[in-house]
């Protein structure tokens, strides 16, 4: 499986978008891009996936880019309840081994 | 109710005990997991089943067995504990979705093991 790199933190003003990077530059063709989310000590949230378009639902935003080696978890109007830790996974499709990194703690500033 | 329980949800217990943390789900997903989580860090995979009769190891399975008694539950076993066993324990399903590919994971509540 891929391997995924992401930064330890990074803060965001309350309302304002939150830009979550993840590189995987070793992703294959067949490798789909997944985004968990963990608020606290709760179990782990699923956010959204995508293997190689650009990717919206209600609670966000996932932009790959081209090359696929590196993607980009968008919440459009950020929270304090988006406060979490955010993790990046890369998944071979129609397997189910996750396996979770270390993910980078946001946190949402009044 | 949750989809995913897990059973204790905190437990402290002393080093060499035998301790069996349990999961059920109602969600009918085949795929069922265990993952521990330490302080600081990422979760990471102990062991996880396609169904009853199909056991994996995932990445740390070593002073762990695993056992599943049927579609909908899962119990995670430390036959004997030991101090550095003291974790945050998920228990997690996810199903298989048309065309081959996993659905997400749904995790429980998590069980907090101290192991003294």
New interface residues.
């Given amino acids: 499986d891929a391997k995924t790199t992401q930064p330890p933190s990074m803060d965001c003003a309350e309302g304002r978008a939150a830009n979550l990077p993840c590189n995987h530059s070793t992703i294959s063709g067949n490798e789909?891009v997944?985004w968990?989310r963990q608020i606290h000590?709760?179990?782990?949230?699923?956010i959204i996936?995508g293997l190689k378009n650009n990717e919206t639902n209600e609670m966000a935003s996932l932009i790959i880019t081209e090359d696929r080696k590196s993607s980009t978890l968008i919440l459009p109007h950020a929270t304090l309840r988006d406060t979490a830790v955010y993790?990046c996974i890369v998944?071979v499709?129609?397997?189910?081994?996750?396996?979770?990194?270390?993910?980078t703690r946001l946190k949402v500033l009044a | 109710d949750a989809d995913v329980t897990q059973t204790p949800r905190n437990r402290i217990t002393k080093t060499g005990k035998r301790i069996m943390l349990e999961c059920s789900q109602t969600k009918g997903h085949d795929r069922m997991y265990w993952y521990r989580q330490d302080p600081g860090l990422g979760l990471r995979l102990i062991y996880y089943s396609f169904d009853v009769k199909d056991i994996n190891k995932g990445e740390i399975s070593d002073g762990y067995s695993v056992s599943r008694q049927a579609q909908a539950k899962f119990s995670l076993s430390l036959e004997s504990a030991i101090p550095n066993q003291t974790a945050l324990y998920f228990c997690a399903t996810s199903d298989l979705r048309p065309g081959g590919n996993t659905g997400e994971l749904f995790f429980g509540e998590g069980s907090r093991l101290t192991v003294l």
Wanted: proline share 4%; glycine share 18%.
């Fill in positions: 789909y997944y968990y000590s709760q179990g782990p949230q699923y996936h993790y998944i499709a129609g397997t189910y081994k996750y396996i979770f990194g270390t993910g």
